[in-house]
């Protein structure tokens, strides 16, 4: 018999669903700015799951990695890209390569065979809320299928982002008890990689006067 | 001891540091000490190493597996510092010329110490760190040139290469879950234990962290198809960090590599991660090759023949026979010298004949008195010819696969690097010893026209005539450290020496193959 949920596992499953279901708005969202309010929502979330790993689980070190990464995720990365989207006065909405239709219906079968895929490995433990890792297995495919579909770079880094979120998902799923100097480290990481990001895209725009991907094409073979 | 570690850890930041401090002629001093002094602390580390393991607090530790590619960074750090020197003299920068200087020399130090500090750290989520921040680094450093292509090529490497080590980070996280069940739910992924615990971790889980890890840190080693950054990025990145990022770069990330591969084998035993590693390296190897075949640019041309070692190595480790994994190691080692010789040579001739196609340059050793032969002498010792390290090194690989039995990758693996030779050696020896403007015997274009080169041959001739002056080099700076190099690989080649014999052995049992 397949015991009940803790309240962990039931919070755990529920947040990673609707982190999955922000990928896919963020798919779906025309306008940068709305995709980067979505990253924002989805970073939110996780920050919230930290907590609740921290007081269900017993591990005062998730508060600090809570509050670092709300800090980091759900306001520093969205200031810099709304700032880097003012200043160079970029095109507000992204473009896909396919149609949005399309991108879902390709999010969807990718998410779908990430879930299943996960489940049949039969990777389980008592204390570990299974669904949850495979919703997390999805996030990382469909933000993967975001990437790909689209043809700028400002939505690319944001799919960049997101795919970190998938991960950091699976790591406060399964990993709750790293050490927090590495989680910490993950953070800063990640904040280095917000920083070159930026300084890449502002050149690319400095001499090609776009931030489309169309112009990068030179280099073949 | 343990200060060793710290000081090898510390010394490329600590350069880095002095270049935004300092005035130009200290910035270059500063760089070529610290790539000496990094090259001499690897090699006091060698016999030291080969002796027992060492550790400096609870996040620093090497073990010979750590040192050999330590070894491989320094000896490539002191070569590029001082190359470096006469580069960037040479270097009309877009921007202003100090601002360029500055830039180039404290992201350089920034790069090497970064990629100093992947093998020194114990744990996986550490060295996940410190490569990520290998990553970072060196992106800038591809668009320091800030034209077009440089952006392009930038662009690519940090996206394509931060995915992949998402990946990877997954695959830590994956590896952490396997371990909760033998160390309980707090632990920090050290090396040691992980390794000792073997089949105490959940099989599944470690099965697949290693294919999330071959994936995910194979992005940025450049095992075909997740190697499609690397053409770009070694093309358009200024030729010392080009050296870099083939001969220390690709070899580290192989490391992190060969880490999960030591954790898979205690766990689930040898015959999965082979596998995977084998699958993996022929499709490098054979793209790589058949790449190479056809290549117009020198320094795409050396791209594709990173790949094709990395795929080397992948198919020597996947062997499984002790001598193969002693020929894989040293091959990281020589193949770090030898891709930084060539591409050190390549950029010299990219300086004095203003073009990286590989048609428009000829006569390069009459041009080039000192640095045609070395060019030409580190492209032989690249493509295994004897007296060379690599020689060495890829027939402990082969001999090593024949004798544990696997003569079909073996065979295979012989046939893949005589096709990258002769695509190697074919351009490369063309545009160094054909003759700038070589008398036309009668039915030349004839025969030109036959093998359908005529078009881009006779553009050759026309654009060869831009090349002025007599013989000359640009700069000793850019000389020496490829004279030094060949040095090292000639050793190699003919004598290993005891101590770097032992750490090589040792290093080998550590693969696990031993058994």
């Excluded at chain 2, 000081?7 to 910035?27: D, E, I, N, S």
């Excluded at chain 2, 499984?320 to 770090?336: I, K, M, Q, R, T």
């Amino acid at each position: 018999m397949r015991p009940v949920p803790d309240a962990f596992a039931g919070t755990a499953n529920t947040i990673a669903v609707l982190v999955l279901l922000t990928e896919f708005a963020m798919l779906r969202a025309a306008l940068l700015r709305a995709q980067l309010r979505l990253y924002a929502a989805q970073s939110l979330l996780l920050s919230i799951l930290a907590v609740v790993a921290a007081a269900s689980r017993g591990i005062p070190d998730l508060y600090v990695l809570a509050g670092l990464s709300f800090a980091l995720k759900v306001v520093i990365v969205p200031m810099v890209v709304t700032r880097l989207l003012r200043e160079t006065s970029a095109e507000i909405a992204g473009s896909g390569a396919l149609g949005v239709a399309s991108e879902v219906l390709l999010a969807i079968v990718v998410a779908a065979f990430g879930l299943f895929a996960t489940g049949r490995l039969g990777i389980s433990s008592p204390v570990l809320p299974e669904t949850a890792l495979a919703v997390s297995v999805a996030v990382v495919l469909v933000a993967f299928v975001l990437i790909i579909a689209r043809r700028d770079l400002v939505s690319q880094a944001v799919g960049f982002f997101s795919l970190e979120n998938g991960v950091s998902l699976a790591s406060l799923v399964v990993a709750a008890g790293l050490p927090l100097i590495l989680e910490v480290a993950f953070l800063f990481d990640l904040l280095v990689a917000v920083v070159i990001f930026g300084v890449l895209a502002r050149v690319t725009h400095g001499r090609s006067g776009s931030l489309m991907t169309t112009s990068l094409t030179s280099l073949r073979g | 001891m343990s200060a060793v570690l710290v000081g090898l850890l510390v010394v490329g930041f600590a350069a880095a540091a002095l270049c935004l401090l300092l005035p130009p002629a200290g910035m270059r001093a500063a760089t070529v000490a610290a790539g000496v002094v990094a090259c001499g602390l690897s090699v006091w580390l060698v016999p030291t190493a080969s002796g027992g393991d060492l550790t400096a607090g609870s996040y620093l530790r090497v073990d010979a597996l750590s040192v050999v590619f330590l070894l491989a960074t320094g000896l490539l750090y002191a070569m590029v510092a001082v190359y470096t020197v006469g580069y960037v003299e040479g270097q009309h920068g877009g921007t202003d010329m100090a601002v360029y200087q500055r830039r180039f020399y404290v992201g350089l130090n920034l790069f090497a110490g970064s990629l100093l500090a992947a093998p020194l750290v114990n744990g996986l989520a550490l060295l996940w760190i410190a490569i990520e921040i290998t990553t970072v680094v060196s992106a800038l450093l591809v668009a320091i040139d800030v034209s077009d292509t440089a952006t392009e090529a930038a662009w690519k490497y940090l996206l394509i290469a931060s995915v992949g080590l998402g990946v990877a980070l997954l695959a830590t996280v994956f590896m952490y879950y396997a371990g909760t069940q033998v160390f309980g739910s707090s632990f920090d992924l050290a090396f040691t234990p992980l390794v000792s615990a073997g089949h105490r971790l959940a099989a599944t889980p470690v099965r697949l962290a290693f294919v999330l890890a071959v994936l995910g840190f194979g992005t940025k080693v450049g095992l075909v198809p997740v190697h499609t950054w690397l053409p770009d990025a070694h093309a358009e990145a200024p030729t010392p960090v080009s050296a870099l990022l083939s001969g220390a770069l690709l070899a580290t990330s192989f490391y992190a590599v060969l880490r999960y591969y030591q954790i898979a084998v205690a766990a689930v035993g040898p015959t999965f991660p082979r596998r995977v590693l084998l699958a993996f390296g022929v499709a490098s190897l054979l793209l790589a090759a058949l790449y190479l075949l056809d290549q117009r640019d020198i320094k795409r041309l050396l791209a594709y023949s990173s790949i094709e070692h990395m795929g080397i190595l992948a198919i020597g480790v996947s062997f499984a026979s002790p001598l193969a994994a002693f020929g894989v190691l040293l091959h990281v080692v020589v193949h770090a010298v030898a891709k930084g010789n060539a591409f050190m040579g390549a950029g010299v001739v990219v300086r004095r004949f203003g073009t990286k196609e590989l048609a428009a340059v000829r006569g390069g050793i009459t041009a080039l008195p000192w640095s045609g032969p070395l060019l030409l002498a580190s492209v032989l010792a690249l493509s295994a010819s004897p007296p060379f390290g690599v020689f060495r090194s890829e027939f402990a690989i082969v001999a090593g696969g024949l004798a544990a039995g696997r003569s079909a990758p073996a065979a295979l693996l012989v046939a893949l690097v005589t096709v990258a030779f002769v695509g190697l050696t074919w351009s490369t020896t063309r545009s160094l010893l054909e003759p700038a403007d070589a008398p036309e015997p009668p039915g030349a274009w004839a025969g030109a026209a036959a093998d359908g080169t005529s078009a881009a041959f006779r553009t050759t001739v026309a654009r060869t005539a831009t090349v002025t002056g007599g013989p000359g080099e640009p700069s000793a700076w850019m000389v020496a450290p490829v004279v030094a190099g060949l040095a090292v690989l000639v050793l190699l080649g003919v004598h290993v020496p005891g101590p770097l014999n032992d750490l090589l052995v040792r290093a080998a049992a550590q693969l696990g193959t031993g058994s």
